[in-house]
């Protein structure tokens, strides 16, 4: 069972940057791909980011390509999400996920360890 924690969300201005942080215990981070989803208010949630178990085989959603840079230290068990030029549309409770299978990818389904999330709200 592994258990992931988030945090680093806040209140930004439009512009500015976040760094949120995801911490795993109970388990080896290294045995999971990771990824980011996030959930706006009255919206599903959706994927942001995702990074391989190595750091490799990154990619975005198309609203977070340029933006956003996933990483991950697999010594230290975190993995992050670098915000930059925040938009008011990037409010949401962002999640860290953590998935056994190889290949996953940008489904919800794809992923076994969820955190309880970090807001972020980005004002205009």
């Known amino acids: 069972q592994v258990l992931l924690v988030e945090s680093g969300g806040g209140l930004v201005q439009a512009g500015g940057s976040l760094r949120l942080s995801c911490a795993a215990s109970g388990g080896t981070l290294s045995s999971y791909a990771m990824a980011w989803f996030r959930q706006a208010p009255g919206k599903e949630r959706e994927f942001v980011a995702r990074?391989?178990?190595?750091?490799?085989?990154?990619y975005y959603a198309d609203s977070a390509q340029g933006r956003f840079t996933v990483s991950r230290d697999n010594a230290k068990n975190t993995v992050t999400l670098q915000m930059n030029s925040l938009k008011p549309e990037d409010t949401a409770v962002y999640y860290c996920?953590?998935?056994?299978?190889?290949?996953?990818?940008?489904?919800?389904?794809?992923?076994?360890?969820w955190g309880q999330g970090t807001q972020v709200t980005v004002s205009s």
């Open positions: 996920a953590a998935a056994r299978r190889v290949g996953a990818g940008p489904r919800e389904a794809d992923y076994d360890y």
């Open positions: 990074i391989g178990r190595t750091g490799a085989a990154r």
